[in-house]
């Protein structure tokens, strides 16, 4: 009930004016960014990674696409530019990761996918960090047999061996939520590369500096982004119908 005041007008009741108090106070929450535009973002990880080690690689001096991993471009003086590339294409999956989770909803896969790819995010923001050591030849007057592995060498392969597992896995798990939701092709798509991307991690850390092997691993690379890109792509679709 409402009670007149001398005035004439009425006063709310002390538990309504509470609740107008409480509104007043705390204000409407702003809206959390959407899954579309987590995705988006998500999505452009790969295309710029590819495109700016690619950018270095042809233009430097002495680095071999044959034979040299994209890691050794973070050595030299202007290896600032591929330790950026990686801490923000890191944080630009963990975006997207963050995206997938708020637009895969309950179901197979809704747990775990969303977290082994944050966890490869966060393994390129530490492979950004722990530089990899100079090897075969490159930067310019790096022995062509330098051996020597450092302590930030050693965390930098560690943090790729978690992270391109993690994105391997993330692949297989997301072939389950694809299947489930009645998409084949992309669970054959998602299963494959995440097939083909562990072997052609494991063929170069068995093999580095071998043409075929460090070849196989690129094209891997470039798969396994072309499959990033295009599942971000995806699920930002179906988040905006």
Request: with cysteine.
């Amino acid at each position: 009930m409402s009670r007149r005041s001398n005035s004439g007008t009425a006063e709310p009741h002390a538990d309504q004016a509470g609740r107008v108090a409480s509104r007043s106070e705390n204000g409407p929450r702003g809206p959390e960014p959407g899954p579309a535009r987590l995705l988006l973002l998500g999505a452009l990880a790969g295309p710029a990674y590819v495109v700016v080690s690619l950018a270095q690689a042809l233009t430097r001096e002495g680095f071999d696409l044959t034979r040299h991993a994209w890691s050794l471009l973070a050595n030299g003086d202007l290896g600032w530019i591929q330790i950026t590339n990686l801490i923000v294409t890191g944080l630009l999956v963990i975006t997207g990761a963050v995206g997938l989770r708020r637009a895969l909803g309950p179901g197979a896969g809704s747990t775990w996918a969303p977290r082994l790819l944050i966890a490869y995010g966060a393994s390129m923001v530490a492979a950004g960090i722990f530089r990899a050591d100079p090897a075969l030849g490159f930067p310019a007057g790096t022995p062509a047999d330098a051996t020597t592995i450092s302590w930030h060498g050693l965390l930098h392969f560690g943090s790729g061996a978690i992270g391109f597992s993690c994105l391997a896995a993330a692949c297989l798990v997301l072939a389950r939520r694809f299947a489930a939701d009645g998409l084949p092709g992309w669970a054959v798509f998602s299963r494959t590369t995440g097939v083909l991307f562990l072997a052609g991690f494991a063929g170069m850390a068995a093999g580095g500096g071998r043409v075929a092997t460090n070849l196989a691993f690129t094209a891997a690379i470039l798969l396994a982004w072309a499959w990033w890109s295009l599942t971000m792509w995806h699920h930002r679709r179906t988040a905006t119908r």
